[in-house]
């Protein structure tokens, strides 16, 4: 071969691969997703692993399980202690919403977010409120969201098909503890039921969503934590909390 049509050719060979090379290269991987990754892992972690999914369904399994027992062999009235947010429905969006706009939550964006009625079930809270009733129990949703925000819940459980007998939330501007409402409805002095009810499970995401318990329980040993698994059943919520 004349040895400029050689070096002609060679040419056309090198500039040929580079061109296939880089194909190649912006082919193979997808663009990468700026705004996704700027979520920290707390809420990446309830919003895409199956593993928080696989934790929800299981929790409500077991207080499923549990009060299945109950109904088969109680002779008293009996009802479930259930909280709201990131118990039976889903915040994330909002919180997804917060981290975008990179600000922590506000009263005012918060009632916003009651106001728009968009929380979602979680998995497996329907069903399990759902067989609560169909055995005989009855439920009292005791939430921290504040009175002026429980007609605007009330709509969401009922739009979402969420059943309850009693919805307890918090008096505007009045204590975010929860026992004095666990109190009355263990006393029948609530919309569950106006006799005497033994509580037979407290579901919820928060520590204090439980009896006379707070961070300072984890102090205590195994032996303070006697009761989950049993009566009490936790679900995981790494996006806020009193451990904050």
Not at 83 to 101: G, M, P
Not at 140 to 165: K, M, P, W, Y
Request: aromatic share 10%; with cysteine.
């Amino acid at each position: 071969m004349p040895s400029k049509l050689l070096v002609t050719f060679s040419i056309v060979c090198v500039l040929a691969c580079g061109c296939t090379s880089n194909k190649r290269a912006t082919t193979s991987a997808p663009p990468p997703n700026p705004a996704a990754d700027t979520l920290p892992d707390s809420l990446k972690w309830v919003q895409r692993s199956a593993e928080y999914y696989a934790a929800v369904i299981q929790t409500y399994r077991a207080a499923t399980a549990a009060v299945e027992r109950h109904s088969a062999v109680s002779g008293r009235p009996w009802a479930v202690v259930v909280d709201a947010d990131d118990t039976v429905i889903s915040n994330l969006q909002y919180q997804i919403e917060r981290s975008r706009l990179n600000a922590s939550f506000s009263p005012e964006s918060w009632a916003a977010w009651v106001r728009r009625r968009e929380a979602v079930p979680l998995p497996g809270a329907a069903q399990f409120l759902s067989r609560v009733h169909a055995i005989g129990g009855r439920i009292a949703i005791v939430t921290n969201r504040l009175q002026s925000e429980c007609d605007d819940t009330i709509a969401l459980f009922h739009a979402r098909g969420l059943q309850f007998d009693a919805m307890l939330c918090r008096a505007d501007g009045g204590s975010s503890d929860k026992n004095p409402r666990f109190a009355a409805v263990a006393a029948g002095k609530s919309e569950a039921g106006g006799a005497p009810l033994e509580i037979v499970a407290f579901v919820g995401d928060n520590i204090q969503d439980f009896p006379s318990l707070t961070q300072a329980t984890r102090q205590q040993g195994e032996a303070a934590f006697s009761d989950f698994g049993v009566r009490y059943f936790m679900l995981p919520n790494p996006m806020y909390g009193s451990w904050q």
